[in-house]
């Protein structure tokens, strides 16, 4: 019997023959993958039962965790080479000591060295990979900080928040915006005619952006049917699920993606919680039996933020691709296949974008509006961005990437608490090609105005800071994007920023101007009339947004709802309000969003891709 069946037999347990061991060994070696793990994955072991089984088999020692006797430290000069170390050594008491985690083949190559200086024995010891993980993480704490909060600014620094968002920029930034929404709103009333174009520009184009995307076709060109990627041919995934506080949606996350339709063996989940959290740490730490899951945890340090743990564990990414899923996502099971076969069909597109559907819409009449807003914007607005080449604003969840390109941009930026909308710019003006999917996750909108007005304003301050930090060059900005691009994004972020506010300020002047008029001499001047028109046509096409969103996902009893768009747009000024306040005196300041267990929806109807012969990707 060989050597290799032998250490598989022995890793399977006495339980099992040579021939089923071989047979076993075989499986995984098609799969591409280490035979430990497809062990541990496939066969029911934990990842320690597996290790100490090999160590026994080399005549080895084993612990469970590595020992702390003093504080290791390492400065890695590439951080991303953590990701495969297995070996470190460690001073206890009077001797280094080397602590492992070898793969199947180099336990066969260890057991050779060993059986040729057997003094190793005394100075080298087998941990599980979650030990050995999470000793690198620790030794190399300050040296990932560190490259969390500063990759992008040394990379990329014209496009880092912490560098260009001094308090004089955002006081001017903020002064201007004011002066800007009262500009529109006088307009009509100066008598300026210089002003009836910027006037226009400012009201109209949002909404013809609207109509546009309305207009854009939903059905791609037919693609020629093609045969699902084979499990041994998929690559290595990488799922980063970043938590804090959040040890109640534990349990749901790990059955949710658990269920994921993808090779479990080619699947790497690292939960990504901050130290601060340690109730979110034990309820992961209960799942790290199940090698598809990691745990990553992130020191204390400023920012506070989600962009801040993401870039902490980006350089323990293994995987071909990599995605970022929220505490309270519930992904599609077919996502990632479907995503992969896109990848593998569109070399150039280097950021997938799938489809965020609200799942609770049906609990009240915020998680409805919210639900149509979501629907609008995903389900229209982002597949027309993608067709016409546009900025994409990303979402926070569910954008799945290229780790190399990812690495290439310098990862998130930490400082800016809209991440998402900040690296949809910057793949834009890198000229890398980003694309939507109509596979969906499930989310939950907030069910309460203070919940809801938190997340809101943290979404509405990173708007800001995306769109003041790209355009602190101007030129460069333009030189990146072409003047196509640049005048959308210009459109795009302006109108997330001014719309609200303008058209809740035109509702109360037209509110105001009907309560002034003498019943016997109705006002019959034009700026109301103007104010109507404008009125009219922004909600409109903003309601007709939500409402052909909400069909293509299944979810159009909601439609009616959108109606009350008006009251949802008065909260969202509110938003907006107490965001430029933010701006100004803490503008990296992150409020987090609490979530609740959900069920998942008992039909998938909310998950059908909506419009007849839709296919995969939009």
């Given at each position: ?10 890793v ?11 047979a076993i060994?075989?499986?995984?070696m098609?799969s ?12 029911g ?9 090999a160590a026994?088999?080399m005549?080895?020692a ?5 020992p702390?006797?003093a ?10 080479t ?47 990979m979650?030990a050995l993980?999470?000793?690198l ?11 969390a ?13 912490q560098?260009?968002l001094p ?12 002066l800007?929404t009262?500009l529109?709103?006088v ?26 995307a309305l ?12 045969p ?6 998929l ?7 970043p ?33 601060r ?14 090698a ?14 989600k ?14 691709f990599?995605?970022?899923y ?15 076969s896109?990848?593998?069909r ?45 900025v ?11 780790l190399?390109t ?14 998402d ?7 834009a ?8 999917n109509i596979?969906?996750?499930?989310e ?36 990146d ?14 109108s ?16 105001g101007?009907?309560?002034s008029?003498?019943p ?30 909400l ?33 100004v005196?803490?503008?990296f ?14 039909s ?15």
């Amino acid at each position: 019997m060989s050597e290799a069946i032998s250490l598989m037999q022995a890793v399977l347990g006495p339980a099992f023959s040579p021939a089923e061991a071989e047979a076993i060994l075989e499986a995984a070696m098609a799969s591409e993958v280490d035979p430990f793990h497809w062990c541990a994955v496939h066969m029911g072991l934990s990842q320690s039962t597996v290790m100490s089984r090999a160590a026994a088999w080399m005549g080895l020692a084993y612990y469970d965790i590595v020992p702390r006797l003093a504080r290791a430290e390492i400065a890695p000069a590439r951080l991303e080479t953590l990701a495969e170390v297995r070996l470190f050594r460690l001073n206890v008491l009077d001797r280094a000591v080397a602590f492992a985690t070898p793969d199947f083949f180099g336990v066969l190559r260890l057991k050779r060295v060993c059986e040729a200086n057997p003094i190793l024995h005394r100075s080298l010891c087998i941990v599980p990979m979650p030990a050995l993980r999470e000793l690198l993480v620790e030794a190399a704490g300050d040296a990932l900080i560190d490259g969390a909060r500063q990759t992008l600014a040394r990379s990329w620094p014209h496009a880092a928040a912490q560098l260009d968002l001094p308090r004089p920029v955002r006081w001017r930034f903020a002064l201007g915006l004011i002066l800007l929404t009262l500009l529109v709103l006088v307009a009509p009333l100066s008598g300026l005619v210089w002003l009836v174009p910027i006037w226009l520009t400012l009201i109209a184009a949002p909404a013809v952006l609207r109509i546009c995307a309305l207009a854009t076709p939903v059905i791609p060109p037919a693609l020629p049917d093609e045969p699902a990627i084979p499990d041994t041919d998929l690559p290595l995934y990488s799922i980063l699920v970043p938590l804090r506080d959040e040890a109640n949606m534990v349990d749901q996350l790990c059955l949710g993606l658990g269920q994921l339709d993808y090779p479990p063996e080619k699947l790497e989940i690292i939960f990504v919680v901050e130290s601060r959290s340690p109730e979110t740490i034990a309820a992961v730490r209960r799942h790290l039996d199940d090698a598809r899951f990691g745990l990553a945890v992130v020191p204390d340090a400023a920012p506070r933020t989600k962009p801040k743990a993401l870039d902490f564990a980006l350089p323990l990414c293994r995987g071909e691709f990599v995605v970022v899923y929220d505490a309270e996502d519930q992904p599609e099971p077919g996502q990632l296949r479907s995503i992969v076969s896109q990848f593998r069909r569109e070399p150039d597109v280097h950021c997938i974008q799938a489809r965020l559907v609200i799942g609770n819409g049906r609990q009240g009449l915020l998680p409805s509006l919210f639900a149509g807003e979501y629907a609008g914007l995903f389900s229209v607005m982002l597949p027309a961005f993608a067709r016409w080449g546009a900025v994409m604003p990303l979402g926070g969840t569910s954008n799945h990437f290229r780790l190399e390109t990812l690495r290439s941009l310098g990862g998130w930026d930490a400082y800016n608490v809209t991440e998402d909308a900040d690296l949809g710019v910057r793949l834009a003006r890198r000229q890398l090609r980003t694309a939507t999917n109509i596979s969906v996750t499930l989310e939950d909108a907030p069910t309460g105005i203070g919940v809801w007005l938190g997340q809101r304003t943290r979404w509405t301050k990173g708007w800001m800071q995306t769109f003041v930090v790209h355009n602190r060059r101007p030129l460069l900005l333009l030189a990146d994007l072409g003047w196509r691009r640049f005048l959308l994004f210009q459109v795009t972020i302006l109108s997330m920023l001014l719309a609200p506010l303008l058209h809740t300020a035109f509702a109360f002047i037209l509110f105001g101007t009907v309560l002034s008029a003498p019943p016997e001499e109705p006002s019959t001047q034009d700026w109301p009339t103007a104010f109507m028109a404008i009125f009219a046509f922004g909600f409109g096409a903003a309601i007709a947004t939500n409402i052909a969103g909400l069909i293509r996902t299944g979810q159009a009893g909601l439609a009616w709802q959108q109606l009350l768009l008006p009251l949802y747009w008065l909260l969202i000024a509110c938003a907006t309000l107490r965001a430029l306040y933010e701006f100004v005196r803490r503008p990296f300041h992150w409020w987090k969003t609490p979530h609740q267990v959900s069920a998942r929806p008992e039909s998938h109807s909310v998950l059908a891709t909506g419009l007849p012969g839709e296919v995969a990707a939009d």
